[in-house]
C-alpha cells in the first residue's frame, strides 16, 4: 500500500497569516499521462470531509484561491493564504493512483 | 446540485452483516467516467477507503477487507450499495459515499454505524 505521512500533526495560525502543510507518498503519484494523483481534503468540525485540492494543484469548485497545492512525485505541499476562521479543522491528503486508496493521517489547523 | 446520503441499521451486533444505502442525485452512474467510493472514519480517527464501482459496473475493493466486502449498484433509482459481512466491534465508525469524478469531490453527511453486543 501506498502511505501517505503528513507533517506537522497541528498547526496554530494566527488570522491573516498563511500556512503550509506537507504530505509525503512512499511511491511517485505520477501516472505516466502526466497526472499526479494526490488530492487534499478540509473535515471541518463535525461535517464531512469537503475536496479542496484535486490532481495536486487544481482548484476544487467553491474554493477560496486563498488555497493552492503543489509538488512533486512524491512531496506535495497545501498552502493556505490569508487563513481565516472558517479553515479550521483537520487537513487530510489522498493518493487515488492506486488501490488501495490511502489518507495521510491528518493535521489539525487552529487558530492563535 | 450534488448530493449524497447515506442510511444504514444505526446499530448492529458481532457477526452480522452491514448494509449501507448510498441515495444521490445531482448525476447519473450510468455516465462515463462517473463512480461512486465508500469510506468509513472511526470516532477521532482517520479515513479509511473501503470500496469503488464505476459506471461500467467495475469494482474495486481495499484489500484489508475484500473479502467481506460487497459493492453495488441500482441506477435506475440513483442507489449505490455496500455490505460487510461478518462485523465485529472494530466496523464501528461513520461510512461516508462520495461521488468519483475528480477524486472523491462530493462526499455525503455520513451515518454512525455502531457494533455493539
Known amino acids: 500500500d501506498i502511505v501517505m505521512t503528513q507533517a506537522p500533526l497541528s498547526v496554530s495560525v494566527t488570522p491573516g497569516e498563511s500556512a503550509s502543510i506537507s504530505c509525503r507518498s512512499s511511491k511517485s503519484l505520477l501516472h505516466s499521462n502526466g497526472i499526479t494523483y494526490v488530492y487534499w481534503y478540509l473535515q471541518k468540525p463535525g461535517k464531512s470531509p469537503q475536496l479542496l485540492i484535486y490532481?495536486?494543484?487544481n482548484l476544487a469548485s467553491g474554493v477560496p484561491d486563498r488555497f493552492s497545492g503543489s509538488g512533486s512525485e512524491t512531496d506535495f505541499t497545501l498552502k493556505i493564504s490569508r487563513v481565516e476562521a472558517e479553515d479550521v479543522g483537520i487537513y487530510y491528503c489522498?493518493?487515488?493512483?492506486?488501490?488501495?486508496?490511502?489518507f495521510g493521517g491528518g493535521t489539525k489547523l487552529e487558530l492563535k | 446540485q450534488v448530493t449524497l446520503k447515506e442510511s444504514g441499521p444505526g446499530i448492529l451486533q458481532p457477526s452480522q452483516t452491514l448494509s449501507l444505502t448510498c441515495t444521490f442525485s445531482g448525476f447519473s452512474l450510468s455516465t462515463y467516467g462517473m463512480g461512486v467510493g465508500w469510506i468509513r472514519q472511526p470516532s477521532g480517527k482517520g479515513l479509511e477507503w473501503l470500496a469503488n464501482i464505476w459506471w461500467d459496473d467495475d469494482k474495486y475493493y481495499n484489500p484489508s477487507l475484500k473479502n467481506r466486502l460487497t459493492i453495488s449498484k441500482d441506477t435506475s433509482n440513483n442507489q449505490a450499495f455496500l455490505k460487510i459481512t461478518n462485523v465485529d466491534t472494530a466496523d464501528t465508525a461513520t461510512y461516508y459515499c462520495?461521488?468519483?469524478?475528480?477524486?472523491?469531490?462530493?462526499w455525503g453527511q455520513g451515518v454512525m454505524v455502531t457494533v455493539s453486543s
Open positions: 462520495a461521488r468519483i469524478k475528480r477524486g472523491l469531490d462530493y
Open positions: 490532481r495536486m494543484s
Open positions: 489522498g493518493q487515488l493512483l492506486e488501490n488501495p486508496w490511502t
